[in-house]
């Protein structure tokens, strides 16, 4: 039974749009948000909605930060919106650059709390990997942001500003005054929500930000290349397809519910059982637009070949396909990563069973940017490898 009166998405947890001074930020606001912003400054309704049109396209589809720079807009009016308005982003921290090309950013957000996101670039795409929330409050054992202790949920400005300042790093907003050829590749080519935090706990402002992301008049990815993980907030799955319409991933991990609730947590709240109805019922699901299975491997944990078939026969019925990631791990991780042959074990039985079953190839270990290893120490001292391991029952 769900308790109506336990907010899911935790919204009180995230801080207001309007900034203190009273100037608002535009970055992150809806298309109406937007119109009705410049009417609330002064703007008439008639000129509202083209002048929303306008700005949205400077800020979204060409990468402009300033005002004076909107040079279809009269002076004056550029003038009037300086003094009302601001177009602000996370700030980069720092960047670091793995052996592999993979990019890590540190990024400083209101409040002066910090999240980190990845870009991992491949030879047809480059896919950013950004968080929804500072810290993680799922605690999952695997997972170094798990952690963390959850400080609050991510605005939408703050949430689409990872996938623009990924593109001031890249240089991949139109230079000025050059239209870019319609086929030209794009170096940011694909969204996943799997770094930190549940974006399933702070909904509202993931969607938000994803339908900027997929404007076509913006920064224009297709729904299809945006791809959502969650450990499993079950009330909120099928909202999922039905308000973003992107793509699904379950962070699975294991097969028995006795693993599963010291791996994820929040099976003891919506267990396997539950959490695969809702998975079936998926208004989305299809063989054209399958369900991920994230599954990491863990060593003498969840690697057997009695997992691999339970896996199967739980999946059975759901187009899908099943993502076995080798555990990366961080210091004092209280798990081990299974051998390369008992990977290959588990994937060729799931594989026989006539799911897909790609081994994901870590990327930007080196810098500690690999899946399961994002944290920002500055939030949380580490805990010692005995303190983490005495948690999750494993020892």
Known sequence: ?????????????????????????????????????????????????????????????????????????????????????????????????????????????????????????????????????????????????????????????????????????????????????????????????????????????????MKIAMDPEGISLSRRRITLSTSGVVPEIARTATEIGCLLAISFHATTDEVRNKLVPINKRWNLEVLLDALREYPKVSNSERITFEYVMLKGVNDTDEDAYRLVELIQGIPAKVNLIPFNPWPGAPYERSSNNRIRAFSEIVYQAGYASPVRKPRGEDIFAACGQLKSATERARKSRKEIIAETGLG
Not at 144 to 160: D, P, S
Request: glycine share 8%; aromatic share 6%; net charge neutral.
């Open 1 to 209: 039974m769900i308790d109506a009166s336990v907010p899911i998405t935790q919204d009180l947890l995230t801080i207001p749009r309007k900034m203190s001074a009273g100037i608002t930020n535009l970055v992150g606001l809806s298309r109406e948000e937007l119109r009705a912003a410049l009417v609330n400054a002064g703007t008439t309704e008639k000129q509202a909605k083209m002048r929303a049109g306008q700005i949205w396209q400077w800020i979204y589809q060409k990468g402009v930060r300033e005002f004076e720079q909107m040079t279809n807009l009269a002076k004056d009016y550029r003038i009037f919106l300086a003094s009302n308005f601001t177009i602000s982003i996370p700030e980069i921290v720092s960047k670091q650059i793995s052996v592999d090309g993979t990019r890590k950013y540190l990024l400083r957000i209101a409040g002066g709390h910090e999240v980190e996101t990845v870009y991992i670039p491949e030879k047809d795409r480059g896919t950013l990997c950004i968080s929804s929330q500072v810290g993680c409050t799922l605690t999952c054992s695997f997972c170094h942001t798990g952690t963390q202790k959850l400080v609050r949920n991510l605005t939408a400005a703050e949430i689409i500003g990872q996938v623009m300042l990924a593109r001031d790093d890249l240089g991949e907003w139109p230079e000025a005054g050059v239209k870019n050829p319609p086929n030209q590749a794009r170096l940011l080519s694909n969204i996943v929500l799997m770094g930190m935090g549940e974006p399933l706990y702070n909904f509202e402002n993931v969607r938000d930000a």
